[in-house]
């Protein structure tokens, strides 16, 4: 801990309590600053990040909202335990990229979307509206252009829509969320993706279909044959 070096971050003026937030994020999400490590006293590093404690009391307020930090009279500000921190929090993925531990998160974020995406297919096809099924067409249909168009940072963007459309067509809370969560962190896990991966139509396409025809079971299978194909698994 004593070794650890904090950026100055004094001469930025916008959102700074947000970038003192992502600074101690990111070390911590490293492992820089362990878990259980008890951080520098709020003057020490307000004068090694060049902010004021307003900005650094914020700070810790949006780390503790995350789970990743607690604050004790005598004690300080310690790290909690990783099993606290809460990794659908969309902030606190943005924070994870070009963090070297990441991969690992990506492998047991994929294992999520396995148990959870094929559900929500087929939900969707049980209970998407008229409306959600005609924005999911238009979602697709781009796709299909795409695929013939290719590129590869626009495919990413597409492709996070038409999940997230999928999971907002559950008619179910709990799953929208989780919808939310996939779009933020689809572009940077297709960085992990191998390079094999391609477009993936049509497995997209029979997702889509089974979706469009109210066929859940069919919805169910098509998108976890999807999760488990070549295809869509993280290079080594």
Known sequence: MGGTQYTNLGLERKN???????????KIL???????DTLPSEPVLCAMMGVSRTAFREAIKMLYSKGMVESKPKVGTRVCDKTKWNFLDVQLLEWMVNVE???????????????IEPRACALAAEF?????????????????ALADDFDHKEWIEVDAQ????????TD????VPFGNVLATIFKWFFL?????????????????QAIVERKSEEAYNACLSL???????LAD
Do not use: P, W
């Open 30 to 36: 490293s492992g820089e600053i362990k878990e259980g």
């Open 172 to 175: 179910n809370s709990f799953f």
């Open 128 to 144: 998407a509206t008229d409306e959600q099924l005609e924005e999911l067409s238009v979602i697709f249909e781009r796709m299909v």
């Open 162 to 169: 038409f999940h997230r459309m999928i999971f907002i067509s």
């Open 227 to 233: 999760m488990l194909t070549h295809k869509h698994r």
């Open 101 to 115: 531990t990441t991969i690992d998160i990506y492998h047991q974020f994929l294992e999520l979307r396995r148990a």
């Open 192 to 208: 992990f993706s191998s390079k094999e991966g391609g477009v993936c139509l049509e497995e997209h396409q029979r997702i889509y």
């Open 16 to 26: 700074l309590n947000a970038q003192v937030a992502r600074e101690i994020a990111v």
